[in-house]
Each structure stands twice: as structure tokens, then as C-alpha cells.
């Protein structure tokens, strides 16, 4: 069953408070609805009429017992036509997959089967014959086991009409037989069409609930999944929170390791940003992050590669499968790019616009370093580049030499 949209979600409520005594859903859930399970209850179809055509073929032993002399007669009517008819309807019903017609081929095909009985029955012309007008109840009961409600109520009427032909032509052989007949075939329908009514509406309300539950379900997961996305992520900037980054951060750092691949860690400080707030204001201040975060972000377009807000004015990137040339690459194009926002900064000593500074350090090819031990060096980097003049990115290797490039 597919998921609900948000209109049949309002639908699904509507008609649940609503109620279907009709039996009918608005449109797209009554389309919904009889699609939901269409291939099952076409199985199921065929499987009955399949096992109809041996019911039917089996009443066969009552007439050669009953009826010796018309035995010809009915098999003919119950073989002959029945058989070939009910093969054809099945075939139609396997062939054509138009569910709301599969239906209403169950009111058509019991019509056929009541049709021979009343032919069985008025051309028997005897007392035994006419007994065999019973034979309707049998239908009755056996249709109602599967059918939906309103072709019952169809085949019901059909079937009903059909005995009182029969009944008009039948003489009153014992006394009040036609009206005992018609009395009991009657309570069989009554009781039949009950039951088809209840099944059918406790169908209609477990396919509502399911449909609501799934939509819950599903409204509870994408609940769920921004939950977690705000969990880790940053909610200024858009980029991944502190907590976000540690993770990343621990889980390549391992992979790179056992793949013997480097990787590079970035701390980016923006330059004199407690000057800038002060000179423009903690919301101006809060645009410039977002306008420096959007200009790193557009440096990196790797799937290995992470931003994060670090903590303040600080942000902070992973660069998977970087060396240290690339790595320095990677500084000095995100120095250029913050730099070409060219957000005004009066209070910086730099320059004229916001600039950053950058510490760099490299988990190379000789093994695993810890995260504490590649951040500590990077924080040094960063701190160097801050009192070098700012404005640039000083690059940290294992051993603890390192080199300052400007921006």
C-alpha cells in the first residue's frame, strides 16, 4: 500500500469522523482503497469461481437422484453453460485488471448460476423440481462469503426477483410452500447482506486507519530526521554543529589510517571579528558568519570533505585525501573567497574587508594520529598565523615545523 499524500490525509480524517454508510470514500480513497489489494482479492476471485464450478458440478449427484429423467438436462446447463461461462468470466477477470469491474463480475456470474437454476427447476415442472428452488439460498450464502456490498445487493435483487417468477409459475403444492420459500430465501438475503455490510465497512475502516497510521508513521520519521539534522547543525550558519564535526572528524581520521590515505585539518579564525561586532552589531555580525560560511562551503566540494562552525568566530574543515599541498591549496583559495565577499570591516588592521586567518595540520601516510594531538597542532598553526599579522594560514606538520603563506 503506498504512503498517504497530505490530501488524502485530510480525506482519511475527514471521512473518519464523517463515517461511509454508503459504503462509498470520496474519490481518490475510493480509487485508493479498491486498488490497495487489487492483485489478492483478484486471486481470491478466480479461487471462488474456480471452486463455484465444482459446487456446481457437484449438485449434478442431487439431480441424478432427484431428478433421473432431466439428469441430461442439467448437465448440460451446469456443464455446458456454467462451465464455459465461468471459465470465460475468469479469464476476463485475470486478463482485463480492472479491479471496480471485478466486482460487479460476481453479481453477473451469480445471476447466470440462479438463471439455470430457475430453468432446472420451471422445465422439471414436477413436485421434486420445484424443491430445487433451494438451490438459490446456496447461492446467496456462497457469494456473501466474498462479495462486497453493493453487488450483493444487486445479485440479491436479481435472485430475488428470479424465485418469485419461479414461485408465480409453481403450483401450491403443499400449503403455504411458496410463501415458507420466499420467507426463508428472504431472511438468507437479509442476513447475508448484513454480513457482506459489516465485513465491507470494517475493511473500509482498518484501510483508513492504516493509511493514517502510515502517514503518523512517516510524519514521526521526517520528524525524527530534522530532529537529528538539528542536533548537528549549526543553527546560524547551516553548517554542521561542533558535535557534528567531532564525529566526522574521529571516523576518517581512523579510515584514512587503514587506507593509508592523508588527511588535513583546517581552523579558520575570523580576523578581529569582537571589533567588528562592536563597530556594526551583534546582527550584522551574525550575517558576516553566515557570509564567511557560505564562502568556505564554496570552496569544498568533495563528499570527504566537512565544514563546521567550531565555536564563535571559528569554523573549522575536514579535507579528506589532502596532503599538505593540497591542503595549502585548499587555505588559500577559502582566504581568497572570503576575502571576495568583501564584507566592509572598518576596525580590522588587515584589510578593509573581513579576512580570516587559517592554521593547517596533516594526518600524513605514517599512521594514525589522535584527534586531541591533530587539533592541538592545527590550534598552534592558527594561533601563529593570528600573531603573524593575520590575514594568512600557517601550515603545521607532524614534527611540529610549519610554514606561513599570506592571502
Not at 410463501?179 to 459489516?198: H, M, N, P, R
Not at 565577499?341 to 580590522?348: N, Q
Request: proline content about 2%.
Amino acid at each position: 500500500m503506498k504512503t498517504a499524500t497530505s490530501l488524502e490525509q485530510i480525506q482519511v480524517d475527514q471521512t473518519l469522523e464523517d463515517g461511509f454508510r454508503c459504503l462509498r470514500f470520496p474519490a481518490m480513497l475510493e480509487r485508493a482503497f479498491v486498488e490497495a489489494h487489487a492483485d489478492e482479492r483478484t486471486f481470491k476471485l478466480i479461487l471462488a469461481g474456480l471452486n463455484s464450478l465444482l459446487v456446481f458440478g457437484g449438485i449434478l449427484l442431487a439431480d441424478h437422484l432427484m431428478m433421473p429423467r432431466q439428469f441430461a438436462w442439467a448437465l448440460t446447463l451446469r456443464i455446458g453453460v456454467y462451465g464455459p461461462f465461468i471459465l470465460l468470466a475468469l479469464f476476463i477477470l485475470h486478463r482485463l485488471s480492472y479491479p471496480a469491474l471485478n466486482e460487479w463480475m460476481v453479481a453477473l456470474v451469480a445471476t447466470v448460476a440462479s438463471a439455470i437454476v430457475a430453468v432446472l427447476v420451471v422445465t422439471g415442472a414436477t413436485m421434486v423440481s420445484y424443491t430445487k428452488v433451494v438451490e438459490l439460498i446456496i447461492v446467496v450464502v456462497y457469494v456473501a462469503v466474498f462479495a462486497r456490498f453493493w453487488p450483493m445487493v444487486l445479485m440479491s435483487i436479481i435472485v430475488l426477483c428470479i424465485h418469485m417468477a419461479v414461485m408465480y409459475r409453481a403450483p401450491d403444492l403443499i400449503h403455504g410452500w411458496r410463501l415458507g420459500s420466499s420467507l426463508l430465501l428472504i431472511t438468507t438475503i437479509s442476513f447475508a447482506l448484513y454480513g457482506c455490510y459489516v465485513r465491507e465497512r470494517n475493511d473500509r475502516y482498518a484501510f483508513l486507519l492504516d493509511l493514517r497510521e502510515q502517514t503518523l508513521r512517516g510524519s514521526l520519521n521526517e520528524a525524527n530526521e530534522r530532529l537529528a539534522e538539528m542536533v548537528r547543525t549549526d543553527a546560524l550558519t547551516g553548517v554542521a554543529n561542533r558535535r557534528a564535526f567531532d564525529e566526522f572528524l574521529a571516523r576518517n581520521q581512523r579510515d584514512a589510517a587503514a587506507s593509508s590515505r592523508p588527511l588535513a585539518l583546517l581552523l579558520i579564525d575570523v580576523d578581529h571579528f569582537k571589533a567588528f561586532n562592536d563597530l556594526y552589531g551583534h546582527s550584522v555580525g551574525d550575517q558576516c558568519l553566515c557570509a564567511v560560511a557560505d564562502a568556505i562551503a564554496s570552496c569544498l566540494r568533495r563528499p570527504v570533505d566537512m565544514l563546521a562552525r567550531w565555536g564563535g568566530e571559528e569554523f573549522a574543515v575536514v579535507l579528506g585525501d589532502a596532503d599538505a599541498a593540497m591542503a595549502e591549496q585548499v587555505a588559500m583559495r577559502i582566504c581568497q573567497s572570503v576575502q571576495a565577499r568583501a564584507v566592509p570591516h572598518a576596525g580590522s588592521s588587515c584589510a578593509p574587508v573581513v579576512t580570516v586567518s587559517m592554521g593547517v595540520a596533516v594526518q600524513g601516510l605514517g599512521g594514525f594520529v589522535s584527534t586531541a594531538s591533530l587539533t592541538q597542532r592545527a590550534d598552534e598553526a592558527l594561533y601563529r598565523a593570528k600573531a603573524e599579522g593575520r590575514n594568512g594560514v600557517r601550515l603545521a606538520m607532524a614534527d611540529g615545523s610549519g610554514a606561513t603563506s599570506a592571502c
